[in-house]
Structures are given as structure tokens and as C-alpha cells.
T-cell receptor, first 113, second 116 residues
Framework: DQQVKQNSPSLSVQEGRISILNCDYTNSMFDYFLWYKKYPAEGPTFLISISSIKDKNEDGRFTVFLNKSAKHLSLHIVPSQPGDSAVYFCAASEGTGGFKTIFGAGTRLFVKA | DVKVTQSSRYLVKRTGEKVFLECVQDMDHENMFWYRQDPGLGLRLIYFSYDVKMKEKGDIPEGYSVSREKKERFSLILESASTNQTSMYLC???????????????FGPGTRLTVT
């Protein structure tokens, strides 16, 4: 039973356009949500996060939206750049410390020049 | 520049061998984790540790054990490697506390293990 789902294994976007990556979760006890970015042969790196008490968090070109009623979050990248091509993992946490963090399967983003 | 390092980037072992994967972090983090990453399955937690000599099972601990003798070092042990343990292994760490930063995990570069 996957508590965190990323239903799109891959996404292809033209440079300069918006990339939207989606994530659904089932556990209403999750109180914090994170996105990580992973390049080949490297470990994931933290990108952006959002607390469950908010519905939007923005950091430069990256914005995360949270819809608690739908148990859905999305990552928007505007404008997309070729360097954004990577695998993006959605993660949901119940409490601090990372002990109860569940990761999605990841979405591979291709940004075409 | 904070860092999590892993002892090997690539490793090839034979079935039945004992395998040691080591992870070191320089951030003075209390919490450390071992994950495996497989296509279509994301990152799955094998074991974690919240203090020296303390360890807890994650979601898929079978076939693995861990050791944390020093705060900065967390080792993953495959007692008798099997082909289904061929995977990418990722180590991570976090700080303790209630601040939002304690949700964020810092990952090492990963070890690609192949068991033949």
C-alpha cells in the first residue's frame, strides 16, 4: 500500500514552459511535505518543502502547492530549464527527524532545449 | 559545505558474501538512515538510527543489519548477499529537533551494489 504516489513516471517539457509534477498521499497524519531532486550518480538533494498548515510555498522558480482536502501536492517549475532535467521525489513526513518519511517512486523530468 | 559520504560508489559482490557499506556525515547530525532505491519503488527505508548504538528497523530490514558505534558513522551490513539485494543504496542524515530543518534529509551520493 503506497502512502505516497507519483503517478507519472516521466514528464517532458519544452524549455521556458511550466513543469508540473504531481503527488498524491493517503495518510492524513502527514504534517510536512518535501520535494527532492536527484541527478544521475548523485544522491537526492532537498529542493522545497511545505507545512501542512500552508497551501503554497514559493522559492524562486519553484512553487509547491498543497491541497489537503484532496490529499494532493504539486511542484511547479517556471520557467523550466534544461538543468532541471532530473528525477523528482515527493516525500511526506509525520513528525520531525525523518523517522516517518515516505517517498514516492519519483518522476523523471526532461526539459528540452 | 555539509557532506554525507559513502565508502564506495560501485560495488560488485558474489552471492553469499558479507558486504559492508559505510556512511559518514560531518554535520553532527543525530539521525542517520539507510535507504535502497529501485526503479518504480522510490526510496525505501531499511534501518535508521537516532543515536550512537541505537537502531530501529525501517520498512524492509530483512537481510540487513546496521551498526552505529560513532555519531558520524553508520554502517549497513548484508550478512549474506543475494541477487535481490542488487540496488542503489543511499545513506542520509537529519538533525534532531522541532525546526522545519529537521525534516530535511541530507543524502550521500549512493552506492550501486551488484550481487552476481
Amino acid at each position: 500500500d503506497q502512502q505516497v504516489k507519483q503517478n507519472s513516471p516521466s514528464l517532458s517539457v519544452q524549455e521556458g514552459r511550466i513543469s508540473i509534477l504531481n503527488c498524491d498521499y493517503t495518510n492524513s497524519m502527514f504534517d510536512y511535505f518535501l520535494w527532492y531532486k536527484k541527478y544521475p550518480a548523485e544522491g537526492p538533494t532537498f529542493l522545497i518543502s511545505i507545512s501542512s498548515i500552508k497551501d503554497k510555498n514559493e522559492d524562486g522558480r519553484f512553487t509547491v502547492f498543497l491541497n489537503k482536502s484532496a490529499k494532493h501536492l504539486s511542484l511547479h517549475i517556471v520557467p523550466s530549464q534544461p538543468g532541471d532535467s532530473a528525477v523528482y521525489f515527493c516525500a511526506a513526513s509525520e513528525g520531525t527527524g525523518g523517522f516517518k518519511t515516505i517517498f514516492g517512486a519519483g518522476t523523471r523530468l526532461f526539459v528540452k532545449a | 559545505d555539509v557532506k554525507v559520504t559513502q565508502s564506495s560508489r560501485y560495488l560488485v559482490k558474489r552471492t553469499g558474501e558479507k558486504v559492508f557499506l559505510e556512511c559518514v556525515q560531518d554535520m553532527d547530525h543525530e539521525n542517520m538512515f539507510w535507504y535502497r532505491q529501485d526503479p518504480g519503488l522510490g526510496l525505501r527505508l531499511i534501518y535508521f538510527s537516532y543515536d550512537v548504538k541505537m537502531k530501529e528497523k525501517g520498512d524492509i530490514p530483512e537481510g540487513y543489519s546496521v551498526s552505529r558505534e560513532k555519531k558520524e558513522r553508520f554502517s549497513l551490513i548484508l550478512e549474506s548477499a543475494s541477487t535481490n539485494q542488487t540496488s542503489m543504496y543511499l545513506c542520509a542524515s537529519t538533525s534532531r529537533g522541532l525546526a522545519p530543518s529537521s525534516y530535511e534529509q541530507y543524502f550521500g551520493p549512493g552506492t550501486r551494489l551488484t550481487v552476481t
